[in-house]
Structure formats: C-alpha cells, structure tokens
C-alpha cells in the first residue's frame, strides 16, 4: 500500500450510560446529524424496554448488549472470483466490523417494523434480538446458514 492508514477517530461516551458503543449506535441511527434527536430515540426505546419486560432483573443497556450479542454474526460470504467462476467464500469478521454489523442491521430492521414512533421499533426489535428471534437474528441466521453452506469453498480465502 503506497498510503498509510487512516486514523481511527476517538469516539466520546454517552452522556447517561458513559459506554462508547452507544454513542457509535446513535451514530448510526442518525440522520442528517440530529445527533440529540438519535440520543432521545435511543433512550426511551430503551425506557420501553424496561416496560416490556418487568420480570427481567438486568438494566436495559445490559439487554440492549445481549440483544446486540444475540445478533453479531461470526462469519460472513465474500465473493471471489477464480477462473471465471464466483464462489462465495465464507471468511471470519473483524470484531469492529461484527459490532457495525450487528448495530446496522438491528436498525435496519427496526426501521422496517410497522408501529408508530421508531424508538417504540426500535424498543420492539431489540425485546425480540433479546429473545433469538426478530429480523436481525433472522439475517444472522442467514449469514451463518449461507457460510455453512459454502463451507468447501474456504480454500480460497483472501
């Protein structure tokens, strides 16, 4: 590579929680850099939460990271093209990208869920990554199933 890197910017905590992985989900749920507006939605959805389920002794942030476990895929396919054929090479993921990933797609589909406000989405999409169900879990299923299925192919890693 003729060009170093670049620098990884330093993302500062939330104001509530002090956790930096919330400040890089509000960062993702933002639009048009309503960052106050992103950290509102956030914060009553998991208010929801909390509501949702009573009989669950954890903090909400505490079931917010599960449901974000629940949901961060392992290894995902790469197109590889050898000879004029493509193959789907299953590769492991970096942990900064399975974060991104897991966040993205739990907002994804929070923002594909009919219902009325989208921290109320939001709040209902985490209960159900929470549960191992739900779009997200859906699409990590997916992706797992997919490498699995490609599984003799990942001789050609990159």
Do not use: C, W
């Given at each position: 590579?003729?060009?170093s ?6 993302i500062l ?5 002090n ?9 993702h ?7 106050s507006?992103?950290f509102?939605i956030f ?5 929801t939460?909390?509501?949702k389920?009573?009989n669950e002794?954890s903090?909400p942030l505490d079931?917010w990271?599960?449901a ?12 590889r093209?050898?000879?004029?054929a ?9 942990p900064d990208?399975?974060?991104s990933?897991?966040m993205?797609n739990l ?8 219902g ?6 939001l709040a209902?999409?985490?209960v159900?990554?929470?549960n191992s ?6 699409r ?6 997919m ?6 192919f990942?001789h050609?890693?990159f």
């Open positions: 590579m003729r060009k890197k670049p620098k990884k910017r330093v905590p939330d104001p509530v929680f956790e930096v992985s919330v400040t890089r989900f509000v960062n749920l933002m639009y048009d850099g309503k960052k507006v992103a509102d914060y009553s959805s998991l208010d939460v909390k509501t389920l009573p002794e903090l079931i990271k599960r974000l476990d629940n949901i961060t895929p392992q290894v995902e396919v790469k197109s093209r050898i000879g004029g493509t193959f789907q090479v299953p590769t492991e993921i970096r990208r399975k974060e990933i897991s993205k907002i994804q589909y929070a923002r594909k869920r009919s009325r406000s989208m921290a109320d989405k209902a999409e985490i159900d990554a929470f169900q739900g779009g997200a879990y859906k990590k299923e997916d992706m797992h199933r490498a699995e299925a490609n599984r003799a990942a050609f890693k």
